[in-house]
């Protein structure tokens, strides 16, 4: 049973382009979070999801920021017209419904704007 | 909004001794609170859970106490090793059996040497 996957490991963005990160969860598990990590700070919950639904997303900011997470395939954070603020960790997490305190990180994504 | 502090940020021991970290928080006590070890480049790995109604919880050389009353927990390493050297996260787990999302502390540097 493979783990959390994220993809890319590594994204390098210039200013105003957009980034895309991917997240597949675990086999079995329908909920996926976002959370973020900024250098020097801790991790921060962003939002989440369930398929095809977004559940919260009370730690989004309210612009250029958008996740979603299909009926098939991975979820999805994309970021538009990234600014250097952006560059962080961004790590996904999964959880089997019923047992949302079993919550199984991915590697991350470390987004750098330049 | 809740808050949580882990007092140090970085910890140094010798090897064989017990590391013991802390984690401060403010407001309600949460459901669930919960232990991760990080390493560099790495998502955060689950350790373990402790229940607002449970005051202590063992696993193999870990320990965690939960004090609702001075609203901490207490982390130990036990007979600590060089391996141990990491980042340990507290987070509080908010929501339910279906839902819930974790706030996390700043992190302890744990360092441990030979």
């Known amino acids: 049973n493979a783990g959390v996957m994220q993809n890319p490991r590594h994204l390098v963005r210039r200013r105003g382009q957009e980034a895309r990160l991917r997240c597949s969860p675990m086999?079995?598990?329908?909920?996926v979070y976002w959370y973020r990590q900024l250098p020097e700070e801790g991790l921060k919950f962003m939002v989440y999801?369930?398929?095809?639904?977004?559940?919260?997303e009370s730690g989004m900011p309210k612009e250029r920021f958008s996740a979603e997470f299909p009926k098939e395939g991975p979820s999805i954070l994309r970021i538009q017209q990234v600014v250097r603020g952006d560059s962080a960790a961004y790590f996904c997490?999964?959880?089997?419904?019923?047992?949302?305190?079993?919550?199984?990180f991915g590697q991350g994504t470390r987004l750098t704007v330049v | 909004s809740q808050k949580i502090e882990q007092n140090s940020e970085a910890l140094n021991i010798q090897e064989g001794k017990t590391a013991t970290l802390t984690c401060n928080y403010t407001?309600?006590?949460?459901?669930?609170l919960q232990w991760y070890r990080q390493d560099p480049g790495r998502g955060p790995v689950f350790l373990l859970l402790?229940?607002?109604?449970?005051k202590e919880k063992r696993k193999e050389r870990l320990k965690v106490t939960f004090d609702t009353t001075l609203k901490q927990s207490l982390f130990h390493i036990t007979a600590s090793q060089p391996a141990d050297s990491a980042t340990y996260l507290c987070?509080?787990?908010?929501?339910?059996?279906?839902?819930?999302?974790?706030?996390f502390g700043q992190g302890t540097i744990l360092t441990v040497h030979p």
């Open positions: 402790i229940r607002e109604n449970e």
């Open positions: 997490a999964s959880s089997p419904p019923e047992r949302a305190t079993e919550a199984f």
């Open positions: 999801l369930q398929k095809e639904n977004i559940i919260d």
């Open positions: 987070a509080l787990f908010t929501g339910g059996t279906s839902y819930g999302k974790l706030t």
């Open positions: 086999k079995g598990h329908s909920h």
């Open positions: 407001n309600y006590s949460p459901a669930y």
